[in-house]
């Protein structure tokens, strides 16, 4: 007997739940961040900050918003690629779970 004779003991499994799509947070669609952000690309030059890249540049804060860190300070914006924000991401969200990082 092959396995598509069997018949299920549970039934079905239910459907996949889709997950919500990301929304960003509307101070980074503001016009004011946009144009801080381009401002410092122009000074600083399109590469990442970290790594040198240009792939995928985005604007980051040093000291997240969150954690008090000013919005709109140049001093406290980082240009990184999208590998390096990753990576910064991830380490300050294993830090706040505690698991160092």
């Not at 598509?4 to 549970?10: G, I, K, M, V």
């Not at 016009?31 to 980051?60: F, M, Q, T, Y």
């Amino acid at each position: 007997m092959g396995y598509r004779a069997l018949t299920p003991a549970y039934g079905l499994l239910p459907p996949k739940v889709k997950v919500a799509p990301k929304v960003a947070d509307p101070f980074y669609l503001s016009a004011e961040w946009r144009r801080l952000v381009a401002r410092l690309k122009r000074e600083r030059g399109a590469a990442c900050e970290r790594c040198g890249s240009g792939h995928r540049l985005i604007g980051d804060h040093v000291v997240e918003r969150r954690d008090g860190g000013a919005e709109l300070d140049p001093a406290n914006v980082e240009l990184l690629c999208q590998a390096c924000h990753n990576a910064k991401t991830a380490k300050a969200r294993a830090a706040r779970a505690g698991r160092g990082g």
